[in-house]
């Protein structure tokens, strides 16, 4: 599976968007682009995939570049149950691989 | 549903102990997997099964055996307990074809 790179943290305002970037540069043509959340000490929670258009749902948006080679996830209005560690894990999708490589993620800090 | 529950939620063992973990799934998920999460760290995968009465090994699987006797259920022996087992673990489901998991609670597990 590819690698990604995430910023350690980012501050994000509450009310206003929060956007998580995400570089994986040497993704490969059939492997899609994961996002998680992990609340303090939850279970990780999935909140959206893409493999090369972007997709929304009611929880967030992913834009995927041209090139594939990054994304970003959008939290259109960031709320603070929004703070959480957010993954981003590139992965085939389908029979014959289901390993999530999480990483260390960005942890997310909404502000009041 | 009740989704993916796992118990107990707490553990303290001493070394060499033996225990399992429980994890079961109301969703009729054919995949289900154990990861480990220490601290500050991304989730690693110990163990994982594509249905039952298959199971194979993740990135970390010294030390601990799974079997998958139904649809329903994945527990997660730990046959000799040591302090290096001293974790989080979670565990998660999903549908074959698709890599959107779901994840449990997780149990808190202190060897000492």
């Known amino acids: 599976d590819a690698k990604t790179t995430q910023p350690p943290s980012m501050d994000c305002a509450e009310g206003r968007a929060a956007n998580l970037p995400c570089n994986h540069s040497?993704?490969?043509?059939?492997?899609?682009v994961y996002w998680y959340r992990q609340i303090h000490s939850q279970g990780p929670q999935y909140i959206i995939h893409?493999?090369?258009n972007n997709e929304t749902n009611e929880m967030a948006s992913l834009i995927i570049t041209e090139d594939r080679k990054s994304s970003t996830l959008i939290l259109p209005h960031a709320t603070l149950r929004d703070t959480a560690v957010y993954y981003c894990?590139?992965?085939?999708?389908?029979?014959?691989?289901?390993?999530?490589?999480f990483g260390k993620g960005t942890k997310l800090s909404v502000i009041p | 549903n009740a989704g993916v529950t796992q118990t107990p939620k707490f553990q303290v063992l001493k070394t060499g102990q033996s225990m399992t973990l429980q994890c079961a799934q109301d969703?009729?998920?054919?995949?289900m997997s154990w990861y480990r999460q220490d601290p500050g760290m991304g989730l690693r995968l110990i163990h994982y099964?594509?249905?039952?009465?298959?199971?194979d090994q993740g990135e970390v699987p010294n030390g601990y055996n799974v079997s998958r006797s139904t649809t329903e259920d994945f527990p997660l022996r730990l046959l000799s307990a040591a302090p290096s087992q001293t974790s989080v673990y979670f565990c998660?489901?999903?549908?074959?074809?698709?890599?959107?998991?779901?994840f449990g609670p997780g149990t808190r597990l202190t060897v000492l």
């Open positions: 998660a489901s999903s549908f074959l074809r698709k890599n959107e998991q779901f």
């Open positions: 040497t993704i490969s043509g059939n492997e899609y």
């Open positions: 893409g493999l090369k």
């Open positions: 894990i590139v992965s085939l999708s389908g029979a014959g691989s289901y390993q999530l490589t």
């Open positions: 969703m009729n998920h054919e995949y």
């Open positions: 099964s594509v249905g039952a009465g298959i199971t």
